[in-house]
């Protein structure tokens, strides 16, 4: 069983890496982000919350996400591990999970600020089935349109140049205290991930000693 977390800035490649490991190793991918959009999709209470807070620019408290993380892992539907992303965001959350789980490795996929702010602002959504784009390096057939529902693909409501400016903010000062907990224990490991995509995953399995894809 392997049990990874995977950490860095918005637009850094979380999802997309998590998801190409989660494939060929049959790791469940947990990805915090997606259960709160879910929850402010679904206009759930906790998700009237979580919006409020994310188009501030805030992190959302940390007793609210180590109780999203620990109802999660509580499902027990990861017989072979998991890859989480998303978490935890802050020194007390990366105390929690280490007393809480053994893990095998930690992914800091790094990426310079001005890369951040240029993949993020070419992010776009579908607003009627939430199918994920990116102008950059992965544009819709038609401008404006979802390939998949035909639905108009619009920003993230948090993907404002003021917002991603204090979620940098944030990350850096709440991410090196994390790394510096996960690294007494020789977890981590730093990944460029400003080359392409199959570039990156290759370079995490070299560095963890995973098979390459298949």
């Known amino acids: 069983m392997r049990k990874y977390v995977i950490i860095g800035a918005q637009g850094s490649g979380k999802g997309t890496q998590s998801l190409l490991l ?12 997606d259960i709160f959009r879910w929850h402010v999709k679904s206009h759930t209470k906790l998700g009237a919350q979580v919006r409020r807070t994310m188009s501030a620019g805030d992190l959302v ?10 109802e999660r892992l509580d499902q027990h539907d990861w017989n072979y591990g998991f890859i989480i992303d998303g978490f935890p965001r802050s020194r007390r959350q990366t105390e929690f999970f280490l007393e809480s789980y053994d893990i ?4 800091h996929l790094d990426l310079p600020d001005e890369e951040v702010r240029r993949r993020v602002l070419a992010r776009r959504l579908c607003s009627k089935c ?13 401008e404006g349109r979802c390939d998949v529902c035909g639905g108009e693909l619009v920003a993230r409501e ?3 140049e003021d917002a991603i400016a204090e979620r940098l903010r944030n990350y850096r000062a709440k991410t090196d205290p994390i790394l510096e907990l ?22 995490i399995r070299e560095e963890l000693g995973l098979p390459m894809p298949r």
């Open 22 to 33: 989660a494939r060929d190793l049959d790791l469940v991918h947990i990805s915090v982000g």
């Open 158 to 160: 948090d993907d404002t």
């Open 182 to 203: 996960f690294g007494r224990k020789e977890y981590v490991v730093t990944v460029d991930a400003r080359p392409d995509i199959e570039t990156v995953q290759r370079t």
């Open 104 to 107: 095998d490795g930690v992914i």
């Open 61 to 70: 408290g940390d007793d609210l996400v180590e109780g999203v993380v620990r």
């Open 130 to 142: 939430g199918m994920d784009y990116n102008l950059i390096a992965d544009r819709p057939t038609q």
